[in-house]
């Protein structure tokens, strides 16, 4: 075992506490080249793929990477803005205003950065990063409400190989889910509720979750009962009756079954069936990106149209919403309990002092810094 080598440790250096934000990923630029390298690590994960590694390789290196890469990269270049990639930028922003959020509310000793589990900047990267700064205690929010193994599961996983490889590991502590916090349900709630003041109530909503295979669910997976959780609460804060939404599940891939129904097949059945508008949310995305801005409010749109519907509404992720950073504010408040990030003048001076005395301590018995 060879461990990477550590930052110079300074006596009476008071350790820092951080949160590390952690979404999926994205491709460096809408490229075919980018594309493919992003494509080439989210679905070498075994976490993403459950199939055995050999048959696989063969699969993802010579049929899908090869066809999947350019049409992926067209898809992307549709939604890319003068910022660069919608899920980066979202969730740089989110992080900027957990930060100041958090602020506000007297953590003072803390940082926030992002960090995605596909792409950059990569988790390994970022939590190098933050012991370099001499972070002791760091916090692991997933930007998923709903846990998954092929989501959650697989930052756990990226975390701790990384730290597999470290001598000095940092205090850590993860979030499994948020998907029925009040603070996530209220926020949902407003973002609907305003779309609604705009733009008038549908005949339908529509909440669209990401799919999954179903055979995960078979073995345990939690995913689609968090959804389904997700989507009741929602439902009963908009006080909707059962008649008036559906719970649907997008971005199929394969011709295995995934969890259903299918949420193109259903929008496209609602507007045969003489449904005029539907709207569609998507709740178990916390930021903006190809799958919504894409998949939903474009290749979905077309479905509904084409079968005959008149209206339809994408309503945005919660991206940078107010109530949505406060939410994240008490999520990530609830997890950091108990650490020093609340001092008070005196405290954190009292602190440093005691560093000081630690420092002189180690000088005196032969310490070099």
């Known amino acids: 075992m060879t461990f990477q080598k550590e930052p110079h440790h300074k006596h009476g250096a008071v350790g820092r506490s951080a949160i590390v934000?952690?979404?999926?990923?994205?491709?460096?630029?809408?490229?075919?080249?980018?594309?493919?390298?992003?494509?080439?690590?989210f679905l070498?994960?075994?976490?993403?793929?459950?199939?055995?590694?050999?048959?696989?390789?063969?699969?993802?290196?010579?049929?899908?990477?090869?066809?999947?890469?350019?049409?992926?990269?067209?898809?992307?270049?549709?939604i890319w803005t003068r910022e660069g990639s919608p899920l980066r930028t979202h969730t740089a922003a989110q992080a900027l205003y957990?930060?100041?959020?958090?602020?506000?509310?007297?953590?003072?000793?803390?940082?926030?950065?992002?960090?995605?589990?596909?792409?950059s900047p990569s988790l390994p990267e970022v939590l190098s990063k933050l012991k370099a700064d001499g972070a002791e205690r760091i916090l692991v929010l997933p930007a998923y409400p709903q846990y998954s193994g092929t989501t959650t599961g697989s930052i756990y996983d990226a975390v701790f190989q990384h730290y597999g490889t470290v001598r000095n590991i940092p205090e850590l502590r993860f979030i499994r889910n948020y998907h029925d916090h009040d603070g996530?349900?209220?926020?949902?709630?407003?973002?609907?509720?305003?779309?609604?003041?705009?733009?008038?109530?549908?005949?339908?909503?529509?909440?669209?979750?990401?799919?999954?295979p179903k055979r995960t669910l078979m073995l345990g997976d939690p995913y689609h009962c968090e959804c389904l959780k997700t989507a009741r609460l929602l439902a009963a804060a908009l006080k909707l009756t059962p008649d008036q939404y559906v719970v649907t599940?997008?971005?199929?891939?394969?011709?295995?079954?995934?969890?259903?129904?299918?949420?193109?097949?259903?929008?496209?059945?609602?507007?045969?069936?003489?449904?005029k508008r539907?709207?569609?949310?998507?709740?178990?995305?916390?930021?903006?990106c190809l799958e919504t801005l894409e998949e939903i409010s474009m290749e979905v749109r077309h479905d509904f149209e084409t079968n005959g519907g008149k209206e339809f509404h994408y309503?945005?992720?919660?991206?940078?919403?107010?109530?949505?950073?406060?939410?994240?504010?008490?999520?990530?408040?609830?997890?950091?309990?108990?650490?020093?990030?609340?001092?008070?003048?005196?405290?954190r001076e009292a602190m440093k002092k005691e560093a000081e005395s630690g420092r002189v301590a180690a000088l005196q018995l032969g310490a070099s810094d």
């Open 21 to 41: 934000l952690v979404n999926l990923g994205t491709p460096d630029a809408p490229t075919r080249s980018a594309v493919r390298r992003y494509l080439k690590e």
């Open 44 to 78: 070498s994960d075994p976490r993403v793929v459950e199939i055995p590694r050999a048959v696989w390789w063969f699969i993802l290196n010579l049929i899908i990477l090869p066809f999947r890469s350019g049409q992926s990269a067209k898809k992307y270049e549709s």
């Open 98 to 119: 957990l930060r100041g959020a958090l602020g506000e509310r007297g953590h003072q000793d803390l940082s926030v950065e992002m960090a995605m589990r596909y792409g």
């Open 184 to 212: 996530y349900i209220r926020a949902l709630q407003q973002s609907v509720l305003n779309h609604w003041e705009q733009h008038g109530k549908p005949e339908k909503l529509v909440m669209s979750f990401h799919g999954v």
């Open 249 to 275: 599940f997008q971005s199929r891939f394969g011709k295995a079954e995934w969890l259903q129904p299918y949420t193109a097949p259903t929008v496209a059945q609602l507007a045969r069936d003489g449904v």
């Open 278 to 288: 539907v709207d569609v949310i998507c709740p178990g995305f916390i930021s903006d």
């Open 315 to 347: 309503i945005p992720c919660l991206n940078e919403s107010p109530a949505w950073i406060a939410a994240l504010a008490e999520i990530a408040e609830q997890h950091i309990i108990g650490w020093p990030t609340q001092l008070a003048p005196s405290q």
